[in-house]
């Protein structure tokens, strides 16, 4: 059985490092604020064993001129858990949060290229050019903007 619910930061580092940072040290798994009471993780369980993660940090981009931003990081599914839709469910569960606690904002986050496809279909648009993150590859900046 799925489950979706709240885990610290901390819980999630084994994931980030597996499917995000393999081969790195796992300190390149810890990123700026994830202990920052603004911040929040979700971790979808299978089993009761942890699955996929993702993590929302209030971050504004200079790329938007709004209010209130928030930004995605991290965001990983095991390899024998993908496919399955889990990464779907973790944005959903994500926003679902976010619309609760928060009016008009925009959700962005730097996509891997791979990856773009995937949030084009949960409603994510591109920005810009495509760019380079050292050791990581392309990416686009990926957004959506909720409210009126």
């Known amino acids: 059985m799925m489950v979706i619910k709240k885990i610290t930061a901390a819980t999630l580092y084994p994931i980030r490092h597996e499917i995000l940072r393999?081969?790195?040290?796992?300190e390149k798994c810890i990123y700026p604020n994830d202990d920052a009471e603004t911040t929040f993780h979700f971790?979808?369980?299978e089993d009761n064993l942890l699955a996929g993660v993702i993590s929302v940090f209030e971050t504004k981009s200079a790329v938007f001129n709004d209010e209130k931003q928030f930004q995605?990081?991290?965001m990983a599914v095991l390899e024998q858990h993908q496919k399955k839709g889990y990464g779907a469910a973790l944005v959903h569960e994500a926003e679902s949060h976010?619309?609760?606690h928060h009016n008009n904002y925009t959700l962005w986050f730097n996509a891997r290229i791979k990856a773009?496809?995937?949030?084009e279909k949960l409603g994510?648009?591109?920005?810009?050019q495509p760019f380079e993150i050292?050791?990581?590859g392309i990416h686009y900046i990926?957004?959506?903007?909720t409210g009126a």
């Open 124 to 128: 994510f648009e591109k920005t810009g």
């Open 43 to 45: 971790g979808l369980y």
């Open 142 to 145: 990926m957004y959506k903007k």
């Open 116 to 119: 773009v496809g995937f949030y």
């Open 98 to 100: 976010l619309k609760t």
């Open 72 to 74: 995605i990081r991290g």
């Open 134 to 136: 050292d050791t990581i």
């Open 22 to 26: 393999k081969g790195e040290p796992l």
